[in-house]
T-cell receptor, first 115, second 114 residues
């Protein structure tokens, strides 16, 4: 099991460029999440997908879109990148079936710099 | 939105020392989780707590779910150099499922005393 994988690991964009961050999990989890991590801010939820075919906004969704492509894959898209989106992005997943199975497992992160 | 207050923000340890950190909230949580993040990596789960008053150990780590369900602490005994990193608490408001999303503390950064 690879767990949660993310691509790319690093990316530099110019303001206004678009890109998609990829995430995949091989644990047969129902729920997937996208977070951003900024210095001194902890992890903040951008979007999540409770199950295949559904997505919902988290705490900081502005400037992002997501697609739950299938049960395994959950992508995050920046349509027009801004310097404020410079951050480390983490994808996570969990079974999403109730207590004892709600532990979220994280990918290694994508470090994004917007110039 | 919901907030978790995690303290201390940072601390320096000497090998062999015991370490304590805690998280408090104005909200009641049904689950408390403690994660550790090494530089350049994603957070890794250390301990999960599901019941008020629960005390759980994982090797040299011990965590407790506060009786009021508004706080949790993590202790590390006899610290070693590989304990350095950032420790995050996270609380979940419902019994599970992604509708009970995690709220994260801002982290406690553990460093080695020079």
């Amino acid at each position: 099991n690879a767990g949660v994988t993310q691509n790319p690991k690093f990316q530099v964009l110019k303001t206004g460029q678009s890109m998609t961050l990829q995430c995949a999990q091989d644990m047969n989890h129902n729920s997937m999440y996208w977070y951003r991590q900024d210095p001194g801010m902890g992890l903040r939820l951008i979007y999540y997908s409770a199950s295949e075919g559904t997505t919902d906004k988290g705490e900081v969704p502005n400037g992002y879109n997501v697609s739950r492509l299938n049960k395994r894959e959950f992508s995050l898209r920046l349509e027009s990148a801004a310097p404020s989106q410079t951050s480390v992005y983490f994808c996570a997943s969990n079974l999403g079936e109730g207590q004892g199975t709600d532990t979220q497992y994280f990918g290694p992160g994508t470090r994004l710099t917007v110039l | 939105g919901q907030q978790l207050n995690q303290s201390p923000q940072s601390m320096f340890i000497q090998e062999g020392e015991d370490v304590s950190m805690n998280c408090t909230s104005s909200s009641i949580f049904n689950t408390w989780l403690w994660y550790k993040q090494d530089p350049g990596e994603g957070p890794v789960l250390l301990i999960a707590l599901y019941k008020a008053g629960e005390l759980t150990s994982n090797g040299r780590l011990t965590a407790q779910f506060g009786i009021t369900r508004k706080d949790s602490f993590l202790n590390i005994s006899a610290s070693i150099p590989s304990d350095v990193g950032i420790y995050f608490c996270a609380g979940q408001l419902t019994d599970g499922g992604s509708q009970g999303n995690l709220i994260f503390g801002k982290g406690t950064k553990l460093s080695v005393k020079p």
